[in-house]
C-alpha cells in the first residue's frame, strides 16, 4: 500500500501562518491534526452595547441603526472555522455549523 506525500513545505509554512494569523485575531483552537493538517478555531460572540447603540441611533436620527443592525447580526455569533490542506495540496478554509 502506497502512502502520498501531498504537504510539501510550502504549503506546511503558509497553514502555519493562517494559522497564527487567525489565532491572532482572537480565535481559539478547538480541535487540531497534525497527521491530516486541519484545526478547528472558534471565536466566540461579543457583547454589544446596545444603550450606546440606540443613543448614537437617536443623535444621528437613525443613521446609525444601519451599523447597530449590521454588528448585531455579525458580532452576535459564535463561529466555528475549519482549516485545512486537501488532497491536492491546496489550502481552504470552510465555515462550520455552530451549536
Request: hydrophobic share 40%; charged share 25%; proline share 1%.
Amino acid at each position: 500500500m502506497e502512502t502520498y506525500q501531498f504537504v510539501n513545505k510550502e504549503n506546511q509554512d503558509q497553514f502555519h501562518k493562517i494559522l497564527s494569523a487567525k489565532t491572532r485575531d482572537g480565535f481559539i483552537i478547538t480541535e487540531q491534526n497534525e497527521k491530516l493538517p486541519y484545526v478547528v478555531l472558534s471565536k466566540e460572540k461579543k457583547v454589544i452595547k446596545h444603550s450606546l447603540h440606540f443613543f448614537l441611533t437617536c443623535i444621528t436620527l437613525g443613521l446609525w441603526s444601519i451599523i447597530w443592525i449590521y454588528l448585531s447580526i455579525t458580532l452576535s455569533r459564535k463561529k466555528n472555522i475549519l482549516l485545512a490542506v486537501d488532497e491536492d495540496g491546496n489550502l481552504f478554509e470552510d465555515k462550520c455549523l455552530s451549536e
